[in-house]
């Protein structure tokens, strides 16, 4: 077997190792794409609630759709979620392998199986993995460009196409390589065709959804962006975890046969980086936003170590680069927390979720409702009309309403209530507790982990029969899944993945 052949076959091991060990995780948010998906599947229509307003509580069309597909074939979305995630993340190492040579396939390569946020973003439902394959595709396919390679005439506007399919500011993303491609190719007829057509099924697209969902952006837009502050955090820390990276895709500036290679890259990442830098975006966990320039940097800092002369400064410039992104993505402030949130999820959110779905024999399909703030697996598992009171698939509250008033005029038969302890707070996310909980009975207080709990109340009448359904299946989980533990510990990570945990 050739050197190259063993070290392809050692990548593929350390991704395959990494995988594995992140494997348990799955993030709350992923079940609202996939309650969406299932409702379009079901022939309702990508809407949170069936019957209801649509709302579009979701900014991933591209992988809700690819997840309806999976749901009409009748396929565990996490399964496929995870299967489509590891199969993009290989694409993304051959991608690598493919675009670099010498050390600086190895630094490119190195960088992106050694980072451990790859697992878990890999691992977790959402679109970040494919999100970045395709920002990282269309970037090689500008480099391509600018070394006068041809490509195909169809494949930039596609990928165009598929970012902003896959997230909103996929267009941005691309937009760097997809101008460097229409430069060269301007006096074609082929490109320009191409990206007419992109140009129109991608506002045909935009013109639909917002007819249909009556608002020209996602409803999580009006909820989170704005926030400055938070967004020059976010910033800080981007550049902080990746700046050898960063410091070697700008060093493709100092030679003029990569100039321009740097210049595209270096926009990419800027792109990328722009909306979230704006906005502030929560739930980041594991520098996930950031993940989505992740490999284009990894792919800079192979074609800078490919290009330096004495192998000694290649090798310390690949050893402090792969060493700084690998120890700075171990040592991750979250990463306790998301190591161990995929059982602490099964244990709290899905247990609950499970619960009101086993109470669904007892309890009439109108009056099925319930009022959340964690609005992923509670409501997917449960399939019961759910009000979501932070907002994310609530059009009046993102748009200002008390969400006090919108839950008490609905009256579901359940309210979940998230708190800090056992304690259930007087207010939670604008929303007053006491207030809208009158009436109701507090049927179980659920613990996730050391600091978090989810409180259930159910309206006084139902609630021995619904409480009684919960509690038999946040029991039978709190006993699967890592039963008596709650601190938040790498170590209680791998004491399960070594078998030493009870779960």
């Known amino acids: ?248 895709t700008l060093s493709l500036l100092v030679w003029r046969d990569t100039r321009l290679h740097g210049l595209l890259l270096l926009g990419t990442v800027l792109a990328t980086g722009a909306t979230y830098a704006l906005s502030g975006p929560t739930m980041d966990y594991l520098a996930r936003f950031a993940y989505h320039a992740f490999p284009v940097l990894c792919l800079g800092a192979g074609l800078a170590v490919a290009r330096f002369g004495p192998r000694w400064l290649a090798a310390v410039a690949g050893v402090a680069a792969v060493g700084w992104v690998a120890v700075l993505g171990a040592r991750l402030p979250g990463l306790p927390v998301i190591a161990n949130y995929g059982v602490d999820l099964h244990r709290a959110h899905m247990a609950i979720g499970e619960g009101l779905a086993r109470a669904n024999a007892d309890v009439p399909a109108e009056f099925r409702t319930l009022a959340v703030s964690d609005a992923g697996a509670i409501p997917y598992l449960s399939d019961w009309r759910s009000i979501d009171y932070l907002g994310l698939n609530d059009e009046a509250i993102a748009h200002g309403a008390d969400p006090t008033d919108v839950v008490r005029r609905a009256q579901p038969m359940v309210i979940v209530v998230t708190s800090n302890g056992p304690q259930v707070p007087p207010v939670k996310y604008g929303m007053r507790v006491r207030e809208v909980t009158a009436g109701y009975t507090h049927v179980a207080g659920v613990r996730m982990r050391e600091d978090y709990w989810q409180h259930v109340f159910v309206v006084r009448g139902w609630a021995p029969g619904v409480g009684a359904a919960i509690n038999a299946s946040v029991s039978e989980a709190q006993r699967t899944y890592d039963p008596g533990r709650y601190e938040l510990t790498i170590n209680r990570w791998l004491d399960r993945l070594s078998g030493r945990s009870g779960s």
């Open 1 to 248: 077997m050739s050197r190259r052949a063993l070290g392809v076959a050692g990548l593929l091991a350390l991704l395959a190792f990494g995988t594995w060990m992140a494997w348990s995780f799955v993030i709350d948010d992923a079940f609202i794409t996939f309650r969406y998906s299932e409702h379009l599947a079901q022939g309702h229509g990508p809407v949170w609630n069936v019957g209801g307003d649509p709302v579009e509580g979701f900014t991933n069309f591209g992988w809700m759709a690819w997840h309806a597909l999976a749901a009409w074939l009748e396929f565990d979305p996490v399964i496929v979620a995870k299967v489509t995630s590891l199969v993009l993340a290989v694409l993304i190492l051959v991608l690598l392998l493919r675009a670099t040579e010498g050390a600086g396939s190895v630094v490119a390569t190195l960088a992106f199986v050694l980072f451990v946020p790859t697992y878990f973003h890999l691992a977790g439902g959402l679109e970040t993995v494919a999100f970045a394959a395709v920002v990282l595709r269309a970037a090689i396919v500008g480099t391509r460009v600018i070394e006068g390679e041809r490509v195909w005439d169809w494949e930039p506007p596609v990928l165009l196409l598929v970012a902003g399919l896959l997230r909103p500011e996929g267009v941005l993303a691309t937009l760097p390589a997809v101008a460097v491609w229409f430069w060269y190719e301007r006096d074609r007829p082929g490109p320009k065709r191409w990206l007419v057509a992109a140009a129109v099924a991608g506002l045909g697209y935009f013109v639909w959804r917002w007819v249909y969902y009556g608002h020209p952006l996602p409803n999580t837009f009006y909820v989170k962006f704005g926030n400055l502050d938070a967004g020059l955090v976010w910033t800080q820390d981007t550049l902080l975890l990746f700046a050898p990276l960063l410091l070697l």
